[in-house]
Nanobody, 122 residues
Framework: QVHLVESGGGLVQAGGSLRLSCAASGPIVKISAMGWYRRAPENEREEVAI???????NVAASVKGRFTIYTDNAENTVFLQMNNLHPEDTGVYFC????????????????WGQGTQVTVSS
């Protein structure tokens, strides 16, 4: 019953910027971690950046210094500001969240969004 909805993907030239957002809704007691994964064409899904305990964690080396992750916990929303985009950043970006739900007597949950396409041209 917890749902994630992403937005902000698009087509940009190398060096451009995009901002992704993801909003969580449903019977949420607490979100313990929330962030972004991506899947490049013909590649496996990889972690981009995660927010946990109010701080960025597990930021991929390939995006350090270019991407910034931050959250708005009051609205259960996570953002990914992507600057100086490279063609290698092209892929489908998926929002991820885990925490505690009120359903099933306060059981843990883990859920994914449907993904948003990011395409960077050279």
């Amino acid at each position: 019953q917890v749902h994630l909805v992403e937005s902000g993907g698009g087509l940009v030239q190398a060096g451009g910027s995009l901002r992704l957002s993801c909003a969580a809704s449903g019977p949420i007691v607490k979100i313990s971690a929330m962030g972004w994964y991506r899947r490049a064409p013909e590649n496996e899904r990889e972690e981009v950046a995660i927010m946990a305990s109010g701080e960025p964690t597990n930021v991929a080396a390939s995006v350090k210094g270019r991407f910034t992750i931050y959250t708005d916990n009051a609205e259960n929303t996570v953002f990914l500001q992507m600057n100086n985009l490279h063609p290698e950043d092209t892929g489908v970006y998926f929002c991820y969240a885990r925490g505690i739900t009120r359903t099933d007597y306060y059981r843990p949950f883990e859920t994914w969004g449907q993904g948003t396409q990011v395409t960077v041209s050279s």
